[in-house]
């Protein structure tokens, strides 16, 4: 099915909020998920650099990580509100218990679900993850990938991610779970 048919073909009913660790392609995936579906894509890490004119990293290192997790429950409690569309949120935002709920009340979470080999490749070489900044970058993914996993598990439904898969593909894939919640996203008649 081309792009086009895809947009005119399917109702999205509820915001879909991506979730999972960073580098599971949250971004990348949530964008040509978005263009497939012909909806909004929705960015709470850019909503949140933009509201505060700095980025994720400086604001954790000026207000700290406790002041970063309450900015980014606001934000995503209100782009939840104001649109209907493709949202990806920070690796750490599932983690809230608050978060949690309050995407599946308003919305459906979708885990990309990359195994920690994928996402060491996919970061190792990027300066921009504040909580990877420290002398055991692995280490560290390692630690929060083996703390999260628990958490993501929880999500409403689950995309397993290959790194043979290409972006559009991953896109495709989480439509093909989508599909099986008429609730969230309906082929028209």
Known sequence: MAEGDLKNSLILKKTVVLVGMMGAGKTA??????AQLGVPFL?????IERAANMTIAEIFERDGEPFFRQKESQVIGRLLDEERGILSTGGGAFMSAENREMISERGVSVWLNADLDLLWNRVKHKDTRPLLRGADPYG????LYETRVPLYARADLNVRSDKTYSVDMM????????????DVLEKKE
């Open 29 to 34: 995936v949530g964008k040509a998920l978005a």
């Open 140 to 143: 560290t993914l390692k630690r």
């Open 43 to 47: 960015d709470s890490d850019a909503e």
């Open 171 to 182: 896109a495709k894939k989480v439509i093909e779970a989508l599909l099986q919640r008429p």
